[in-house]
């Protein structure tokens, strides 16, 4: 059994004065308390927030991103019935327009005569604002409110030198409400069957990496509402993982590293994910959909293979009491970038 890493219950600043990880923020917490002031590292800092809205029916994920030496904002959306897909992507040099702040609670905005995106906090909830037009000109627009108060989330400080480290929020399993247009259709997003997951990310990365990233949510029977996030690659030999269940909103960390089994040749084939040290997940992946996305600029170069699908299999709690998980949307991917 891999030993876990220490919980922080306290509020501490990510990084010491000249901008080095500041030991005392080395674990994972149940809430936000990590407070990244991050400074100098210039040109290497990465700042994003990533937000994805799902259901039985769509999908609909935005990103707000800031590189340092450039911005990307990118939107999706995905009818999992029709496997209708849009995507449209700003890139922006130096970030210009990508002001995206330190803190977990502040307003992240972007406006583009391309696209307009925002994500406004309020006490408890999250208003995601999108408006954009596709190459096929269609016209989509989301209006989305996501509640957070009363869920714990998966807050993670990953080193890989003093110098190098990434402080990562996942906010999982959240409940949300809204509306989705494309053109004159409308999907309407019912708050007990709709989910939102906010991949937080602040820090200064290495300049190549690799990351196999999974999540999920769904309600089970007994009015238990159960979701997961699942992480390989970019955390291994760190000494820590982004690897957690949460439970009627309360997390059971995974001390265990994840194995990610796929067939790299054929991606829609069922992937097998499980717990390394231990038997707290055993889970069959079924991919829908095959979203890819590369990049590939002077200083950049990013190409995701995003399967999104549905999962079914087991997870168990910290007291050992198993989760029988079926058909739960969710995605899993690889990622390879430099940047």
């Not at 439970?247 to 829609?268: C, R, T, W």
């Amino acid at each position: 059994m891999k030993k876990e890493s220490v919980e922080i219950t306290e509020p501490v600043n990510l990084c010491l004065k000249g901008g080095r990880l500041n030991p005392s923020a080395l674990g994972w917490s149940r809430k936000p308390l990590i407070q990244c002031n991050l400074t100098d590292h210039f040109l290497r800092k990465k700042k994003w927030n990533y937000w994805a809205v799902f259901n039985q029916e769509c999908l609909f994920s935005a990103t707000i991103s800031n590189l340092d030496y450039i911005g990307v904002v990118f939107c999706y959306f995905l009818d999992l019935r029709t496997k209708e897909f849009f995507e449209e992507t700003v890139v922006t040099p130096f970030g210009i327009g990508c002001d995206v702040p330190n803190g977990i609670d502040e307003d992240v905005v972007f406006n583009s005569k391309k696209m307009n995106v925002s994500f406004k906090r309020h006490s408890g909830t999250t208003v995601i604002e999108a408006q954009f037009i596709t190459s096929e000109k269609k016209n989509i627009k989301a209006n989305i409110e996501v509640f957070h108060a009363n869920t714990e989330s998966l807050n993670v400080v990953v080193p890989w030198s003093w110098r190098r480290f990434q402080y990562t929020s996942k906010q999982f399993c959240l409940q949300a409400q809204g509306q989705i247009s494309v053109d004159d259709r409308v999907y309407n997003l019912d708050s007990s069957k709709t989910f939102a997951t906010l991949d937080f990310g602040r820090g200064v990365w290495k300049y190549s990496t690799f990351w196999n990233w999974a999540s999920f949510a769904a309600n089970l029977d007994d009015e238990i509402v159960l979701g997961a996030n699942l992480g390989a690659g970019w955390t291994d030999q760190t000494g820590t993982n982004e690897n957690g269940v949460l439970i009627n909103g309360k997390l059971n960390k995974i001390a265990s590293d994840v194995v990610f089994q796929y067939d790299k040749n054929d991606l829609m084939k069922p992937w097998h994910i499980y717990s390394k040290d231990s038997d707290d997940i055993d889970l069959e992946f079924h991919p829908i959909y095959h979203r890819t996305a590369k990049t590939n600029l002077l200083l950049l170069y990013s190409k995701v293979h995003q399967m999104i699908g549905t999962f079914k299999g087991f997870v168990r709690d910290e007291n050992r009491k198993t989760y029988i998980v079926r058909d739960a949307i969710g995605w899993a991917e690889e990622h390879h970038a430099r940047w």
